[in-house]
């Protein structure tokens, strides 16, 4: 059992501390132009005006990216405060308008049917109680809404472990550090099969799951 897995079987696990502000910098420094695509399929499934939750947003830049994008009311939520905080800086100094709040998935802050599109990115199999966390996704999703989550695949292949580090850093040692560190963040993330059998727990009823990379795109209609 990875170190992970053994933790989340305690708490939802959030990141907080000087951790926080490590994780926001090499976000801006080396993850914006993954942050932006993010952004871009998440728009390319929304109307103007539309709402849209993002669950776990860590240093807020996909909500930050999908502001810049087109005309919609953005909310994240986060467990750590700290992350909360830095979200709000974040977005101030990038003159967009995101609401940031405090929040667990498992016990939403918000009312039922308020969101057209609910996002949550690399943080699902962080999440103590991941049929709970689907089932307050759909509490909280509009009728006929989407969620898209996005996350490691605990069955990705070695050749593609180390194509995708090779991306990252063309440095012998950080191609491989990078290697490490996805292989123990797929150990501890959902194959494909574990994603359909925790939506077979809701009341969803249909999905679209797509492997991309070291990683799954799982798309849930309601």
Same mark, same amino acid.
């Given at each position: 059992?990875?170190?992970?897995?053994?933790?989340?079987?305690?708490?939802?696990?959030?990141?907080?501390?000087?951790?926080?502000?490590?994780?926001?910098?090499?976000?801006?420094?080396?993850?914006?132009? #993954?942050?932006?695509?993010?952004? %871009? =399929?998440?728009?390319?499934? !929304? &109307? @103007? *005006?539309?709402? /849209? $939750?993002?669950?776990?947003?860590?240093?807020?830049?996909?909500?930050?990216?999908?502001?810049?994008?087109?005309?919609?009311?953005?909310?994240?939520?986060?467990?750590?405060?700290?992350?909360?905080?830095?979200?709000?800086?974040?977005?101030?100094?990038?003159?967009?308008?995101?609401?940031?709040?405090?929040?667990?998935?498992?016990?939403?802050?918000?009312?039922?049917?308020?969101?057209?599109?609910?996002?949550?990115?690399?943080?699902?199999?962080?999440?103590? #109680?991941?049929?709970?966390?689907? %089932? =307050?996704?759909?509490?909280? !999703? &509009? @009728? *006929?809404?989407? /969620? $898209?989550?996005?996350?490691?695949?605990?069955?990705?292949?070695?050749?593609?472990?180390?194509?995708?580090?090779?991306?990252?850093?063309?440095?012998?040692?950080?191609?491989?550090?990078?290697?490490?560190?996805?292989?123990?963040?797929?150990?501890?993330?959902?194959?494909?099969?574990?994603?359909?059998?925790?939506?077979?727990?809701?009341?969803?009823?249909?999905?679209?799951?797509?492997?991309?990379?070291?990683?799954?795109?799982?798309?849930?209609?309601?």
């Amino acid at each position: 059992m990875s170190v992970m897995k053994f933790f989340r079987q305690f708490k939802d696990l959030g990141i907080t501390g000087p951790f926080t502000r490590w994780y926001d910098k090499n976000t801006r420094t080396n993850r914006i132009a #993954e942050m932006q695509g993010y952004a %871009k =399929e998440v728009a390319s499934h !929304l &109307k @103007d *005006n539309a709402s /849209v $939750l993002e669950v776990a947003p860590g240093p807020g830049y996909l909500s930050i990216e999908l502001a810049k994008i087109g005309n919609y009311t953005i909310t994240g939520m986060d467990i750590s405060a700290d992350f909360v905080e830095i979200c709000r800086v974040n977005a101030k100094r990038e003159n967009v308008n995101v609401t940031f709040v405090q929040g667990n998935v498992s016990a939403m802050p918000f009312e039922d049917n308020t969101f057209d599109f609910i996002v949550c990115s690399a943080a699902f199999k962080n999440f103590k #109680e991941p049929v709970v966390a689907i %089932k =307050e996704m759909y509490r909280v !999703l &509009k @009728d *006929n809404g989407i /969620v $898209l989550i996005i996350d490691m695949n605990h069955n990705v292949s070695k050749e593609i472990l180390i194509e995708e580090a090779g991306k990252i850093s063309k440095s012998g040692f950080e191609r491989w550090f990078m290697k490490n560190t996805f292989k123990q963040l797929c150990n501890s993330a959902y194959t494909r099969d574990d994603f359909e059998n925790i939506i077979k727990q809701t009341s969803f009823s249909k999905n679209d799951i797509k492997e991309i990379g070291i990683g799954l795109f799982v798309y849930i209609y309601k």
